[in-house]
């Protein structure tokens, strides 16, 4: 009863290497690994086999409750993108927790409020942050004038001075869409996106060399959604700053035809019209054949992200599905045939059930079902294709 994803290895990997080192030729320094989650569909203990085999010097995880997990394969320094927050007691529990283990010293926090800062300068041991600056995504962060304050702060700079925080650069997480009050493009200047990012970076150059005494801030910017031409242009742009691309979802799933995802028909039931099925007991299309195949909602299949609706075309679509959810039919994953199929009914745990119309080929069981999945929210029984 799998639901498995199959992986055409040369195929992945000539694309993995090939973006890691076309990152490397625009970025003067190299990718920076993103695993978190759920490992981007392929789960992440195989990702951080990938950095290994990549050279990668530095990954990056979600949250601190993710850091186990990659932190004993290799040696690599650890980010964790979600920012420090002591107020947050279950996370606090958990990097309490970590610091005492072995690793601990591999792991970079991203720190976005001087409440966070002070709290690890106060605190015992020495701990390696990012700082986080407030970009257009406006979700966490320093704005310009909060980073010069606290960089100013005295409590800051002893605890700078004695090692006991130790900062590893300024990190820059990009909406993926152009900054809404800047959409002009200059050829000069690059994209808003660009421009926004070459701000902050000379704000952080101008602080960082004229940092007195030991234990000054690293000049390195920690960058997030740039493309490569983005990140020749900020190379270009601003001097003796050091880039640090974070990047996942193009490293990882930039080749969608590499990866294909299917379920195992477990049973197959030829039906009269008005035959009622399932829990719900609704009936199907006229002499239709119901197939029961694997693959549910601990899969991840029939969950959905909100639409971004951001075109005419798209709210058109978006109202249309929910109308047709409204009505009780909805469009399954699973392909037969290559057309998607309807749900008999919401699918169930590991298992969903699709209606096929007469004149369909009626499939076997024990064969299998393509279905175009959001990997992100997938989770798979098996991943083939990388022994």
């Given amino acids: 009863m799998a639901f498995a994803v199959t992986i055409n290895g040369p195929r992945w990997h000539d694309h993995v290497d090939t973006v890691a080192a076309a990152v490397l030729r625009s970025a003067g320094a190299p990718i920076v690994p993103v695993v978190k989650g759920n490992g981007y569909g392929l789960g992440q203990r195989l990702l951080t086999e990938e950095c290994l085999r990549l050279g990668a010097d530095t990954i990056a995880v979600g949250s601190v409750f993710e850091v ?37 010293g591999r792991v970079i926090r991203t720190v976005a409020s001087r409440e966070s800062l002070l709290s690890l300068a106060e605190g015992p041991g020495s701990v390696r942050v990012l700082l986080e600056a407030e970009t257009s995504m406006h979700r966490f962060g320093f704005d310009e004038a909060e980073l010069l304050r606290v960089l100013a702060d005295p409590d800051v700079r002893k605890a700078l001075a004695m090692g006991r925080v130790l900062v590893e650069g300024l990190a820059m997480h990009m909406p993926m869409a152009q900054p809404a009050g800047d959409a002009e493009r200059r050829p000069d200047l690059g994209s808003p996106r660009v421009r926004e990012v070459v701000r902050w970076a000379g704000l952080w150059q101008a602080e960082t060399e004229v940092w007195p005494g030991h234990n000054s801030p690293a000049t390195r910017v920690w960058v997030s959604h740039l493309d490569d031409s983005d990140l020749a242009t900020v190379v270009a742009s601003v001097d003796d700053i050091v880039l640090r691309p974070r990047i996942g979802t193009r490293l990882w799933l930039g080749d969608r035809a590499a990866l294909r995802a299917a379920g195992t028909v477990l049973a197959v039931h030829p039906l009269p019209n008005g035959t009622h099925v399932g829990y719900r007991q609704r009936t199907g299309p006229k002499d ?12 991840g299949i029939g969950l959905s992200a909100p639409t971004p609706a951001s075109t005419v075309r798209q709210r058109v679509v978006t ?9 009780g039919r909805a ?13 008999a009914e919401p699918p169930h745990q590991h298992t969903s059930m699709v209606w096929l119309p007469k004149g369909c080929v009626i499939p076997a069981v024990g064969d299998e079902m393509v279905a175009d999945v959001r990997f992100t929210t997938s989770r798979f029984d098996v991943v083939l294709g990388l022994d």
Avoid: C
């Avoid at 239709?288 to 899969?299: P, R």
């Avoid at 109202?319 to 047709?324: D, E, K, N, P, S």
């Avoid at 037969?336 to 199929?341: A, F, I, L, S, V």
């Fill in 68 to 104: 186990d997990d990659v932190a004993e394969y290799g040696t690599h320094d650890i980010v964790v993108l979600e920012p420090f927050e002591p107020r947050d007691a279950f996370a606090a529990a958990a990097w309490w927790r970590l610091g005492q283990q072995l690793h601990a």
């Fill in 319 to 327: 109202a249309g599905t929910g109308a047709l959810d409204a009505a």
């Fill in 331 to 343: 469009l399954s994953p699973f392909r037969w045939e290559g057309k998607q199929r309807w749900f």
């Fill in 288 to 299: 239709g054949t119901l197939v029961v195949v694997s693959g549910g909602t601990a899969h």
